[in-house]
């Protein structure tokens, strides 16, 4: 029989109401390796997969963040560690990997959620922040997946099961038809998808590993989200959110939990849709001066707490 549990104090604002409706063990004895599980949504799906009972592996470029996630992490009684990196550096990748495998043994997921995002026309964007965002999202996808492929082969996982791992790709829907002011990273997220469809193909065949997405709609209290309809974006732009509301960080978890479980064994090369049904609408139009306007704003704002994009980066 299913167990529910109430979920321990954590950082999705709310959260605290809602209940799990996986087993607390259905991932008990796995290890996970994700990159931007410090902040936002990373950091749900590596709460939310140590509370089910995997171990967990973080990396990411501030150490900071690092050691203010790993500390929340274990306060929950979660097995966590945290790693500096960058996606975009392969000796990063292969380094961050090694360790994850030597500190718990294993390695059987690996969640890419480190992404780059921000609001410009084409027209002010330069081709250094184009390549800034596509080095991050979709360069930076391929790179881990491929330093990933001989820790989660099937056989080749240490003790347990000889089934093969599971890659998770957090994309988005900007590409679905097209949106204003991000031709950026609707690029770099149509390179995501492509590629998970890509290594399911292959990698499912050929190594029985698991390669699915997940593409969020907006989620609130994450840095994409205050980025992309920051508090200065005018109301009647708000009016637009799916279902009247925002989603929530926890929405994303309890689908990336569902991926990673047995539940989701026959799920290959899908990316899961969670954004209330706002794709298919109309994409809102923003004035491009206020476009300009709330990317100064949100620039100013970040270099107190950047995110998303490095600070040297020149966009």
Same mark, same amino acid.
């Given at each position: %029989?299913?167990?529910?549990?109430?979920?321990?104090?954590?950082?999705? /604002?709310?959260?605290? !109401? %809602? *209940?799990?409706?996986?087993?607390?063990?259905?991932?008990?004895?796995?290890?996970?390796?994700?990159?931007?599980?410090? !902040?936002?949504?990373?950091? *749900?799906i590596s709460t939310?997969?140590?509370?089910?009972?995997?171990?967990?592996?973080?990396?990411g470029r501030r150490?900071? #963040?690092?050691?203010?996630?790993?500390?929340?992490?274990?306060?929950?009684?979660?097995?966590?560690?945290?790693?500096?990196?960058?996606?975009?550096?392969? *000796?990063?990748?292969?380094?961050?990997?090694? @360790?994850? #495998?030597?500190?718990?043994?294993?390695?059987?997921?690996?969640?890419?959620?480190?992404?780059?995002?921000?609001?410009?026309?084409? *027209?002010? &964007?330069?081709?250094?922040?184009?390549?800034?965002?596509?080095?991050?999202?979709?360069?930076?996808?391929?790179?881990?997946?491929?330093?990933?492929?001989?820790?989660?082969? =099937?056989?080749?996982?240490? /003790?347990?099961?000889?089934?093969?791992?599971?890659?998770?790709?957090?994309?988005?829907?900007?590409?679905?038809?097209? @949106? +204003?002011?991000?031709?950026? #990273? @609707?690029?770099?997220?149509?390179?995501?998808? @492509?590629?998970?469809?890509? &290594?399911?193909?292959? +990698?499912?065949?050929?190594?029985?590993?698991?390669? $699915?997405?997940?593409?969020?709609?907006?989620?609130?209290?994450?840095?994409?989200?205050? /980025?992309?309809?920051?508090?200065?974006?005018?109301?009647? !732009?708000?009016?637009?959110m799916p279902l009247?509301?925002?989603?929530?960080? +926890?929405?994303?978890?309890?689908?990336?939990?569902? &991926?990673?479980?047995?539940?989701? $064994?026959?799920? $290959?090369?899908?990316?899961?849709?969670?954004?209330?049904?706002? +794709?298919?609408?109309?994409?809102?139009?923003?004035?491009?001066?206020?476009?300009?306007?709330?990317?100064?704003?949100?620039?100013?704002?970040?270099?107190?707490?950047?995110?998303?994009?490095?600070?040297?980066? =020149?966009?």
């Amino acid at each position: %029989m299913t167990v529910f549990y109430t979920l321990m104090r954590g950082s999705s /604002k709310g959260r605290d !109401s %809602m *209940e799990s409706p996986f087993k607390a063990n259905v991932l008990e004895g796995k290890v996970a390796l994700l990159t931007g599980g410090g !902040s936002g949504i990373g950091f *749900e799906i590596s709460t939310q997969f140590g509370l089910h009972g995997a171990s967990i592996a973080i990396m990411g470029r501030r150490k900071q #963040v690092l050691d203010d996630a790993v500390q929340a992490l274990r306060s929950q009684g979660i097995r966590a560690i945290g790693f500096e990196g960058d996606v975009r550096r392969r *000796e990063d990748a292969a380094r961050v990997m090694e @360790s994850t #495998v030597k500190h718990f043994g294993r390695l059987d997921i690996l969640v890419n959620a480190a992404a780059g995002n921000f609001l410009v026309s084409a *027209e002010d &964007l330069s081709p250094n922040g184009f390549r800034t965002v596509m080095d991050i999202d979709s360069v930076g996808t391929f790179t881990m997946c491929h330093e990933a492929l001989k820790y989660l082969k =099937k056989g080749d996982r240490g /003790k347990g099961p000889a089934r093969g791992g599971l890659i998770l790709n957090i994309s988005a829907t900007l590409h679905y038809t097209a @949106s +204003w002011y991000q031709i950026h #990273v @609707s690029a770099a997220k149509a390179a995501v998808d @492509s590629i998970t469809r890509s &290594l399911a193909l292959e +990698w499912g065949t050929d190594h029985d590993i698991r390669v $699915n997405g997940i593409a969020p709609g907006p989620i609130e209290d994450t840095p994409g989200t205050r /980025k992309l309809v920051p508090d200065e974006m005018p109301s009647k !732009s708000r009016e637009y959110m799916p279902l009247y509301k925002l989603g929530k960080k +926890w929405d994303i978890a309890m689908a990336a939990l569902y &991926l990673a479980s047995e539940a989701g $064994n026959y799920v $290959n090369g899908t990316t899961m849709i969670v954004d209330g049904g706002l +794709w298919l609408s109309k994409p809102r139009h923003i004035e491009k001066e206020a476009v300009r306007e709330l990317s100064r704003t949100v620039e100013r704002r970040s270099r107190t707490s950047p995110v998303g994009v490095p600070p040297n980066s =020149k966009l």
